[in-house]
């Protein structure tokens, strides 16, 4: 059915990952980041599909919230732990949820292809 779509109607559709956090919130798991496709609440709400209902949902919660900037060759996992990981550890907090973002563009700079991310990382202190 994803064929049959049509380019514009696309932009309901966000390219999401989210990499999982340890047990007690101060490291990353040993996964990989799971990469999929969202959607936000409201459009869900609109379409008013019950296969919508079937997929996890990111709870609403304190977060921190950046942006990243990552070569195509970079792991994704290694760029968020050292760029923005660490950061929150040290500053005394934890991170009791998984870290989740959405690929805002893929642009081709240099002849090498650049990933900009939103990222959202949960925090407690």
Same mark, same amino acid.
């Given at each position: 059915w994803f064929e049959s779509?049509? /380019?514009s109607a696309i932009?309901?559709?966000d390219?999401?990952?989210t990499l999982r956090m340890s047990e007690d919130g101060k490291a990353l798991s040993d996964e990989l980041p799971t990469w999929g496709f969202g959607i936000e609440k409201r459009w869900a /709400?609109?379409?008013r599909s019950k296969?919508?209902?079937l997929f996890p949902k990111f709870p609403s919660t304190?977060?921190?919230r950046t942006f990243i900037r990552l070569d195509v060759n970079e792991p994704v996992k290694d760029v968020i732990? %050292?760029?923005i990981v660490?950061? %929150?550890l040290e500053y005394g907090y934890t991170i009791p949820g998984d870290i989740w973002g959405n690929q805002v563009a893929f642009v081709e700079e240099g002849g090498q292809g650049t990933i900009y991310a939103e990222v959202w990382v949960p925090i407690a202190k």
């Open positions: 779509f049509e /380019d932009t309901f559709f390219y999401l990952f /709400d609109a379409l296969s919508l209902t304190r977060c921190v732990y %050292i760029q660490l950061p %929150i």
